[in-house]
């Protein structure tokens, strides 16, 4: 459905910006990323298919959250 298509790129925007926080140094591995990176992981995981749509023709959108 649209609604829940729109709630999955929404989240993976807001995973986006906190992967380039963590790719940049900007934010503290064990502080950020330890405590959430299950479901960190488990997001980008269960939406696979989205993040290689999303890819498909622009290899930079989501590059952080791909590289973390």
Avoid: I, W
Avoid at 22 to 29: H, K, N, T, V, Y
């Amino acid at each position: 459905s649209n609604k829940l298509d729109a709630g999955v790129l929404d989240l993976a925007n807001q995973l986006e910006f906190f992967s380039a926080a963590m790719m940049s140094g900007l934010a503290d591995e064990e502080l950020a990323f330890n405590p959430l990176s299950q479901v960190f992981c488990n997001f980008v995981d269960r939406h696979h298919d989205f993040y290689c749509f999303s890819r498909q023709d622009r290899e930079h959108n989501f590059s952080n959250t791909v590289e973390l």
